[in-house]
């Protein structure tokens, strides 16, 4: 039986998506495919608001975060970790034999602009990361406020991960200044895993161009080279490009504007439902992502017993990542979910536990 999944990525995907993915094959140095790549890249950046570059990368996200690392971190990265995820870019850095500090906020906390100030201005860095929405404890940290600031920063590339926000709301990559924005598809854009995506500004591009040991599987340069002919470095993955394709599109037909209001609705449904039985939002309610709620298990309830069970009747649960575990438990909305789907895990909720009615 398959099990709908409510957890944060990878979600569920559309049959007609699917279906997309099984197109007859094409060859990726044939026309076809530099129409297809053209195409979805065309519809990305109206998405993403830039005028910059667009690039396909075949791996999951960190296959990208961990290229940024190698082609934009020079002198020193200030990675700002508030979450597992961010930590692990913290620890990629280091293990790409990189300068840098890992600026720490207690898990639950957003990154604020304020420490972002404060660590630029030692003027020790060239470069920072941070993840926009913190899939391990659901936090969404303010990036236009630290857009702001970086502004002040221009020689600091600007690197952010938006694996689990990207067109769940607005994010214009070039008004916020973004040198490289990076997401896999696995998680707001309903696709699956497998294609990660993610922008070079100029000033992105021309730090690569002076940097040693970016490899070859993500070297930005390589990628820059064969965008300029509506292809990838080496062989992507056309079915998943395919698929792309077509969720852009069923993203302009629902409409952005729709979208951002139909994530926003999401929230505010389970927002409501667990805090009327009792249950806190793990971050503050300004912080909590709109992607996907985190929520403190303050009644005690058995949540590995409940994942069992809810795992019987067809649905994927998450009871909490790494060390808060068992503390918490997430349930996403991104992607193409409704309020009907999340009502209808509501149901399979309470059935299996009346005391949540
Ligand atoms: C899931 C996730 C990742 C890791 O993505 P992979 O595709 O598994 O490499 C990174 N950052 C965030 C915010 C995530 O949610």
Not at 39 to 49: P, Q, T
Not at 108 to 118: I, N
Not at 331 to 343: N, P
Request: hydrophobic share 40%; proline share 5%; net charge neutral.
């Amino acid at each position: 039986m398959h099990k709908k999944l409510f957890i944060p990525g990878p979600v569920e995907v559309r049959p007609e998506i699917l279906a997309a993915m099984a197109t007859p094959m094409i060859g990726h140095r044939m026309k076809e495919y530099a129409e297809l790549h053209g195409r979805a890249k065309n519809k990305l950046k109206a998405l993403l608001e830039t005028k910059g570059k667009v690039y396909f990368a075949t791996s999951s996200a960190f296959g990208v975060m961990e290229g940024a690392i190698r082609n934009l971190v020079g002198k020193r990265c200030a990675n700002f970790c508030n979450g597992a995820f961010s930590d692990k870019w913290h620890d990629v850095t280091l293990r790409c034999g990189k300068q840098a500090d890992a600026i720490r906020f207690d898990w639950g906390q957003p990154v604020t602009p304020e420490q972002v100030e404060k660590t630029l201005s030692t003027g020790k860095y060239d470069s920072m990361t941070m993840i926009h929405n913190e899939t391990s404890t659901g936090v969404m940290s303010p990036l236009p406020e630290i857009a702001e600031v970086m502004k002040k920063f221009p020689d600091v590339l600007f690197i952010v991960d938006t694996v689990s926000s990207m067109s769940a709301l607005k994010i214009p990559v070039d008004e916020l200044g973004i040198d490289s924005c990076i997401f896999g598809v696995q998680k707001a854009f309903a696709l699956p895993p497998g294609l990660a995506i993610f922008t070079a500004s100029e000033k992105a591009l021309q730090r690569a161009s002076t940097m040693e040991g970016r490899g070859y599987y993500f070297d930005f340069l390589e990628f820059d080279a064969n965008d300029a002919k509506d292809n990838t470095p080496s062989t992507p993955c056309i079915s998943l490009i395919y698929a792309l394709d077509s969720q852009l599109d069923r993203m302009f037909s629902e409409g952005l504007e729709q979208r951002w209001q139909r994530h926003q609705a999401l929230a505010d449904h389970v927002r409501g439902w667990v805090t009327a039985r009792g249950f806190e939002l793990y971050p503050e309610l300004p912080f909590c992502s709109k992607t996907l709620t985190c929520t403190r298990n303050s009644r005690g309830i058995d949540l590995a017993g409940l994942k069992k069970k809810l795992g019987d009747a067809g649905f994927a649960f998450d009871d909490g990542y790494g060390k808060i575990k068992g503390q918490t438990f997430r349930i996403a909305h991104m992607g193409d979910m409704t309020i009907s789907d999340l009502d209808e895990l509501f149901a399979a909720m309470i059935a299996i536990m009346p005391e949540l009615a």
